[in-house]
C-alpha cells in the first residue's frame, strides 16, 4: 500500500535519480527519490518487490491411495530462484479422498507448483494413483 500523503513530484530537485520503468522522482520533505510502480523497488526502481503480500490458505482434495501411489508435493518459487518444498504425502494416505491444507506466504511473483511423481517400478504403475481434485487459493490463514 503506497502512502502518497506529502509526496510532490518535482521539477526543481538538484540531483533527481534517473528512475527506471516507469517510475517517477517524487521529493518528500525535501528529498528527491523514485516512486517505483507496484511490484518494483529499489532506488532507480529495477529491482522486484519480493515483500510478501499477505498469507493465503491453499486448500485442495486429495486421494492417494494403493501401494504404489508415489508422492504429491506443494512447492513455491520467487521469479526464477530455486523452488521452496512448502508440504509432501508420500505413499497411501487413506482410503478415499481428503482435505488437505497449507498455508503460504505469497508476493506478486510467486508461482505454486503442485507436483506429482509416480511410486514403484514401471511394471507397478498401475498398483496406487494420485489424484487431486477442487483446488481453492484463500487470502488469509487456513481454519481447521
Same mark, same amino acid.
Request: charged letters at 20%; one cysteine or more.
Given at each position: 500500500?503506497?502512502?502518497?500523503?506529502? $509526496?510532490?513530484?518535482? +521539477?526543481?530537485?538538484?540531483?533527481?535519480?534517473?528512475?527506471?520503468?516507469?517510475?517517477?522522482?517524487? @521529493?518528500?520533505?525535501?528529498?528527491?527519490?523514485? =516512486?517505483?510502480?507496484?511490484?518494483?523497488?529499489?532506488?532507480?526502481?529495477?529491482?522486484? +518487490?519480493?515483500?510478501?503480500?499477505?498469507?493465503?490458505?491453499?486448500?485442495?482434495?486429495?486421494?492417494?491411495?494403493?501401494?504404489?501411489?508415489?508422492?504429491?508435493? $506443494?512447492?513455491?518459487?520467487?521469479?526464477?530462484?530455486?523452488?521452496?518444498? =512448502?508440504? @509432501?504425502?508420500?505413499?497411501?494416505?487413506?482410503?478415499?479422498? !481428503?482435505?488437505?491444507?497449507?498455508?503460504?506466504?505469497?508476493?506478486? !511473483?510467486?508461482?505454486?507448483? $503442485?507436483?506429482?511423481?509416480?511410486?514403484?517400478?514401471?511394471?507397478?504403475?498401475?498398483?496406487? +494413483?494420485?489424484?487431486?481434485?477442487?483446488?481453492?487459493?484463500? !487470502?488469509?490463514?487456513?481454519?481447521?
Amino acid at each position: 500500500m503506497n502512502n502518497y500523503e506529502n $509526496i510532490n513530484i518535482s +521539477d526543481d530537485c538538484t540531483n533527481p535519480p534517473v528512475c527506471q520503468n516507469e517510475g517517477f522522482v517524487k @521529493q518528500v520533505n525535501g528529498n528527491c527519490s523514485c =516512486q517505483c510502480v507496484e511490484g518494483l523497488t529499489g532506488p532507480d526502481c529495477t529491482q522486484l +518487490d519480493t515483500s510478501p503480500i499477505g498469507t493465503y490458505c491453499l486448500s485442495l482434495s486429495i486421494h492417494m491411495e494403493g501401494k504404489e501411489s508415489g508422492s504429491l508435493s $506443494i512447492l513455491t518459487q520467487e521469479g526464477t530462484e530455486n523452488t521452496v518444498l =512448502q508440504t @509432501q504425502y508420500s505413499g497411501e494416505q487413506t482410503v478415499g479422498w !481428503f482435505r488437505a491444507s497449507t498455508e503460504i506466504d505469497l508476493t506478486p !511473483f510467486t508461482k505454486i507448483m $503442485i507436483k506429482a511423481v509416480r511410486g514403484g517400478k514401471k511394471e507397478e504403475h498401475d498398483k496406487g +494413483d494420485v489424484a487431486i481434485d477442487n483446488v481453492e487459493l484463500k !487470502f488469509g490463514p487456513c481454519s481447521n
